[in-house]
């Protein structure tokens, strides 16, 4: 139960958003978070919510997993402090390396990348 008190804003974020199929459960110390955001927009808020609860993600002790509906495109807005390994911790399966081939219209160098660049994050 402490970790739904200290994950409590990734819940509200998540029921805010319309997160639907939202599944809660605490489980040998993780707590474990599903749904099914209805637009990127909507997970991108939610995995906000669990960075600022969880800075770094150094803390082993919740798993999100937030699927984006059927037909939602998933766009991610680069923000200071960002690079694509970053990036890909967000996306259970993704690697920074898909990342990078799914905009190699934009990134030439996948070490460099610019804060507001918008980018395509591949379905796995």
Known sequence: MALQGKYKAVMDAANAGGVTNLQVREQDGV???DGVAPS???KEQVWQAYESANPDFRDSDM???IALAEGAEE???VKAGDN???IAKKF???SWR???EANTDRIKNP???QVGWELKIPRK
């Open 31 to 33: 707590l474990y978070v």
């Open 40 to 42: 990127a927009a909507v």
């Open 63 to 65: 798993v999100l997993n």
């Open 75 to 77: 766009i991610y807005t």
């Open 84 to 86: 694509l390994t970053t």
């Open 92 to 94: 259970p399966g993704l």
């Open 98 to 100: 898909d990342i990078y």
């Open 111 to 113: 070490d460099h990348i």
